[in-house]
């Protein structure tokens, strides 16, 4: 017999996607940060760095870089209130007693949950690449198209692991509205995407730097940014590593630099470790 995953994951994906609001919703943090930078952050970042001629193309790739980090977040957030009102209304039971089996169930609503993660990603990383070259700065080469889609990837990977755990959890609509608004409304401060890090607290960016989240947005600045900077070479800051660092498009733990490979590792590891503890949260549950 055929796996019913992929059946069940596309039913998924279509109530999602049948529910505008929903969709909106799912975006409304990202949405958040677009606008606050078209009425003032954009403005103010860059007389923060005046001395740097165009630095407004610089900041742009920042900012868009900063927003393809939170839609993986609150896309897969979105996603999962499927599974959480398929709880409410009684239709996961009807599920267990279907030919269906646990583990096609979980994997339709995981794999649900990625795909419009994943959707939702290409779609502001279009837009991203629109506003960006709309305003005087380049599109990415192929080989920063390429790493930003392995970004993408991941990012969506580590943030469905975490949703889904969380979903587990959630059994009733105003649970699932106030997680999500608190998420919603705190994921830009807390993943450094409204204000550079050398204008925040330190105990702000000590926080930044543990939230799986932020790793994903420094990852997507370093390729985003990348063309841009080098573009400018001669006009950034001579310490480049302090300029990247006040930016958040690196990290520093201590005096330890965090290295890509490294932020990479951080978000595969959020993926597995979630992962299985919502398993075995599943299996605890069964038994």
């Not at 019913?4 to 409304?28: L, Q, T």
């Not at 969506?156 to 692991?161: D, Q």
């Amino acid at each position: 017999m055929n796996s019913c995953i992929i059946p069940f994951a596309a039913r998924n994906v279509k109530v999602f996607f049948r529910d505008k609001a929903s969709v909106v919703f799912s975006m409304f943090a990202a949405l958040i940060v677009i606008a606050l930078y078209f009425l003032f952050l954009g403005d103010m970042i860059s007389q923060s760095y005046s001395e740097i001629p165009d630095a407004r193309i610089i900041i742009d790739s920042w900012a868009m870089a900063g927003v393809m980090a939170v839609v993986p977040v609150t896309a897969t957030l979105g996603a999962v209130g499927i599974m959480i009102q398929d709880k409410i209304t009684g239709a996961v039971r009807d599920l267990t007693v279907s030919p269906m089996k646990r583990y096609e169930i979980v994997g339709g609503y995981v794999l649900s949950t990625f795909i419009v993660g994943i959707l939702l990603s290409f779609l502001a990383l279009a837009f991203a690449e629109a506003y960006i070259v709309s305003n005087g700065g380049s599109l990415l080469g192929a080989a920063q198209f390429a790493a930003v889609i392995g970004i993408i990837l991941l990012s969506v990977m580590s943030a469905s692991a975490v949703m889904f755990l969380i979903a587990l959890f959630i059994t009733s609509n105003n649970s699932y509205s106030m997680i999500s608004s608190i998420i919603g409304t705190l994921i830009g401060f807390i993943t450094g995407v409204f204000i550079p890090m050398s204008m925040l607290p330190a105990a702000m960016c000590s926080l930044i730097k543990i939230v799986p989240a932020s790793h994903s947005a420094s990852l997507f600045r370093q390729v985003m940014m990348e063309k841009p900077m080098e573009a400018m070479a001669g006009m950034l800051p001579e310490d480049i590593t302090q300029f990247e660092l006040d930016m958040g498009v690196r990290f520093e733990f201590g005096d330890t630099l965090i290295t890509p490979e490294i932020s990479v590792l951080i978000l595969a590891a959020v993926a597995a470790v979630f992962f299985v503890i919502a398993v075995l949260r599943i299996s605890m549950k069964r038994q």
